[in-house]
Nanobody
Framework: QVQLVESGGGLVQAGGSLRLSCVAS????????MGWYRQSPGKQRELVAL???????NYADSVKGRFTISRDRVKNTVYLQMNNLKPEDTAVYYC?????????????WGQGTQVTVAS
């Protein structure tokens, strides 16, 4: 079973930036793509950014133009650069394979990293 460890969260003022990292214990090239998800209290977990094995990227409308997903295959690490942060970005952020991947369907999630954006 893959292990996913997210880091880089913290408290930031609105308009600020953070860079999240996610290290996988297995090769991220073994799945069809990776995604960053977030969950805030009382809400369902949502996919906010994805990158496929062919380098296609896509973003939720709410973060488009502000967030950028990238990866380092050698380090088995996925990043999320978050700029111009807004209070509504406050959530616990997780990485995982895309929803159709075995990693995601296994139901395993890391501990996530908390992002809090103060107004």
């Amino acid at each position: 079973q893959v292990q996913l460890v997210e880091s880089g969260g913290g408290l930031v003022q609105a308009g600020g930036s953070l860079r999240l990292s996610c290290v996988a214990s297995r090769s991220i090239s073994s799945v069809n793509g990776m995604g960053w998800y977030r969950q805030s209290p009382g809400k369902q977990r949502e996919l906010v950014a994805l990158m496929t094995v062919s380098d296609f990227t896509n973003y939720a409308d709410s973060v488009k133009g502000r967030f950028t997903i990238s990866r380092d295959r050698v380090k088995n690490t996925v990043y999320l650069q978050m700029n111009n942060l807004k209070p509504e970005d406050t959530a616990v952020y997780y990485c995982n394979g895309l929803p159709e991947s075995p990693w995601y369907r296994s139901g395993y999630w890391g501990q996530g990293t908390q992002v809090t954006v103060a107004s």
